[in-house]
């Protein structure tokens, strides 16, 4: 039982490319979660998924898109790479019944 | 719109003693849930207790504990007997009604050896 995993740990992108960080989790959760956390600053959400071919934009969904084709795989998509991204992105995954969320380790991403 | 507040952004203490982490919350839902998330130098998000809202006995989980005051809208998380290991930024969060967490900017947790 791997959990929540992400890759890449690291990343750097030059300014207008393109990437998809990838997350998986085992754990058969309906809902996962991607957030991305500033320096100094507490976690905001990009985008979430209450379960496969269902996904809602959260607070911060500008520059990111998302898809959700099976239970366990949630990727997330950067387009036209900025600086303004910069930062770590976490991904989660969690029970409706528990309503606690299980974090990957996160990727590390700049943009120069 | 539902806000999560941590009015500490650093806090220090002795091994061995008590320390007491605060966070204050805003929201209009009659049930929800709070958590404490820990999240250490290797930057992995661990969660530490969680508090459902309809419950007032106050959640433990081993040295860790939660003081709830639902009418003032307060959640602080104590740390007992605090051990080196426990030195991380702890951040509070709030589960709105779309299942979405509102967090806190977070505390720095110091421990003196």
């Known amino acids: 039982n791997a959990g929540v995993t992400q890759t890449p740990k690291f990343r750097i992108l030059k300014i207008g490319q393109s990437m998809t960080l990838q997350c998986t989790q085992d754990?058969?959760?309906?809902?996962m979660y991607w957030y991305r956390q500033d320096p100094g600053m507490g976690l905001k959400l990009i985008y979430y998924?209450?379960?496969?071919?269902?996904?809602d934009k959260g607070e911060v969904p500008n520059g990111y898109n998302v898809s959700r084709s099976t239970t366990e795989d949630f990727p997330l998509r950067l387009e036209l790479a900025a600086p303004s991204q910069t930062s770590v992105y976490f991904c989660?995954?969690?029970?409706?019944?528990?309503?606690?969320?299980?974090f990957g380790p996160g990727t590390r991403l700049t943009v120069t | 719109a539902q806000t999560v507040t941590q009015s500490q952004p650093e806090m220090s203490v002795q091994e061995a003693e008590t320390v007491t982490l605060s966070c204050t919350y805003d929201t209009s839902e009659s049930d929800y849930y709070l958590f404490w998330y820990k999240q250490p130098p290797s930057r992995q998000m661990i969660l530490v207790i969680r508090q459902e809202a309809y419950k007032q006995q106050n959640a433990t989980e081993n040295r860790f504990s939660v003081n709830f005051q639902k009418a003032a809208k307060s959640f602080s998380l104590k740390i007992s007997d605090s051990q080196l290991g426990d030195a991380a930024m702890y951040f509070c969060a709030a589960m709105d009604s779309n299942y979405q967490l509102i967090w806190g900017a977070g505390t720095k947790l110091i421990i003196k050896p």
């Open positions: 754990m058969n959760h309906n809902y």
């Open positions: 989660a995954s969690g029970y409706t019944s528990t309503y606690e969320q299980y």
């Open positions: 998924s209450v379960g496969a071919g269902i996904t």
